[in-house]
């Protein structure tokens, strides 16, 4: 039998593990300290609701694994977690409004593999449903400062309006029909540069002049108060420039900066407003570490009654991964101490639970290899200390331990271990 | 669209899951404190490692969800976390023995649905693979205590060995080949009663006589050394009857009481040692809530080189949530302060700020309702204070502060707010 995984797939290592949950516990602790609640979905979907109108479209169900049940129903793995939300929201008609809800688990997305690009990935979102305030989208963009921060990575959050995209397509005068795959094309501005999309537009039967007018609007310089007098004396009450600026005053009220790019797009059909993305400054991670948007009309649909304002953001948990590995030594182990018995296995065992009870992470050996074999494994595990537990000591009711960095040895009492252990934990934390 | 999940699968609503990732946190939390790491292996399986006959077994094979990609490979959804940890071991022969690692993921089962029995579920394992020390065993059995004392409940752990139940019924005379059936037989004995174990193994062409030879042996009464003492002058020099002898006196040295039960069997086919089980008492959750034993020939055989010790156990999430929803109240939120602004929408965004700042927990409206409508709203989440920000508040300089339970409320300024909310954090944890 071969062994391999799955393609696309990967196993995620202890050390890599270790860094991975402290993103997530750390994202998780903000979206908390912003009001939102844990939410967990199935990782099986009907295949109905996911291929249903409103979801996610026909680009992503060609990607999507299929399978059935026994009963022959068939079901297909999410490939996000915004449809099971709102299945779960159309499902649930009790739930109090504004839902805030925020979620983190595997989606699956059975597409071309390249570097960084997988088959099952970790999603990270926040969304707020039932409130169509600007100052929700503020609260998100301080939500992502406030993450970021916490990561100790420095982000910058660009934000653009696809209502504000739409009136300046109406303005060049761009049919409504020909918008939705203009704006599609106008997202891959940053990735392919102008020359690109411009070609891009010209296939899509846009005049010339059109798409000049359209670039020149969308590329204007500035600061955002600038930007949005300039646009201001093309567009007469264009309803995407004051959602801007209702969201950029918000955020100057609780001392966010945000980056006004009308050249912004992103991706996804679905979004009907504010759409945002995170980059990283000072990383060789390019691509943005976060990026959503309002999209107000999807829980309509899918409820089939009238419209539902929603907005969130999803965060890459691994794309955070990689600009944090590339900045600070990940931690290789959880494990503070690793004790070595010298003939002295009971005794040892007693030492380590007395460990434990004090709130060290502990590990010992239970194999009874020799004092430098042990050495070499709680080296290669990266454990910063070690105990010697043997005759000598246990004489004198003391262990030996052993900083594995400096290779310092001193003979303490349990006691002083534990305050030892203890006081560098206090001051790591 | 009918809007259904598939059969078998559930939702966790916020309030579930506010609770589940406690157990989940406070059960990771102990792994560590007992020096296990944490290790990912993705959902998706190659069916090829999945249906290995190192692996599962036929019956669990039956249940299994499989699929293809897009390349036409035959997939799995993983049925458990121990065939990936075997998989992987396999392929990274560099990992350092012995092996400590704690993995808590979903795994899927299409089989019969029933009360508290779905087709996607939570494990939550720890194993140690390369040592065959039974201080090993006695440490698991360590570990298992520490979580459920942390969980707040009150579990026994009874244990039993394979080989012991193996020499019990070679002296009883039942021969090599029915002595598989026979343990997964009296596995059942709890379950069932000792009438239908004795009928199957009749089915079985087992005579009467060693049947119930066997059933005393198994079924003898007393404390822990006195049964040991009487299986031993029936058995000499059986290995099994030695394992758990060392296994107690382990125990018993860090201080663990462990109930030896020598009827105790676990229902799967690769136990070749110890076998756990944790029951709570005083609950109405009778079924076990983990459970696990050494399988020292699988990993070996999924090398294809030789042996490899290994000792786990796995603790059911979702019956341990039960046994707790059925104690204690649990937290509807983990908010913990909700601000309605009474026209003051920017002076309240900045107080919700500092209030995040200071480490509060904090939701505010963002729907401009009334004050008795967001009364209603925060009520029906659970939020334990409500803070009110209006003109008059505005102007001392204070905030209106709502004990949502007492209906007390006070003119208090903001450091004062969150002083008394810090304290009260401080008291609860």
Redesign the interface.
Known sequence: ??????????????EE??A??KIVNTLKEVF????Y??????????F??LS?KYAGGAEILKET???K???K?E?GLRYDLTVPMC??I???PSI?M?F??YQIG?V?R?GPVATARY??FTQCDVD?V??S?M??D??IV?LVY?AFSKLNLDVVVKVNNRKLLNDILDYCGIQKEKQEPAILSIDKLEKFGTEAVKNELKEQNIDDKKINTMMDMIKIRGGNWEKLSQLKKFLKNSEGLKEIEELLS?AE???FAINFDASMARGLAYYTGTVFEGLLKNSNVKSSVCGGGRYDKMIGAFLGKGSCPAVGISFGVDRIYDAIAEKQETNK???KI?VIPIKA??ES??I??QL?DA??????D???RGPSKNLE?AN??GIPYVVFVGKKEMEENKVKLRDMKSGKEEMLNLNEVIKKLNSQAAQQS
């Open positions: 039998m071969e062994l391999q995984i799955p393609k696309g797939t990967r196993d995620v290592s202890p593990k270790i991975k949950d908390e300290l912003y009001g609640a844990p939410l967990d979905t199935p990782i099986l979907e009907r109905d609701i249903s694994f299929r399978l049940d026994q009963g129903r079901l299945r779960y159309a499902m649930n109090k504004p805030k809800r595997e699956f059975d088959r099952q707020v039932g409130s305030s100052s929700v503020a609260e301080a406030a918000y009220n609780i001392g182990t959880n494990t690793y296995l009971n065992m007693k380590v639970q434990r709130g060290i992470n502990t590990d010992a239970s194999m009874e494994y290669s595990l």
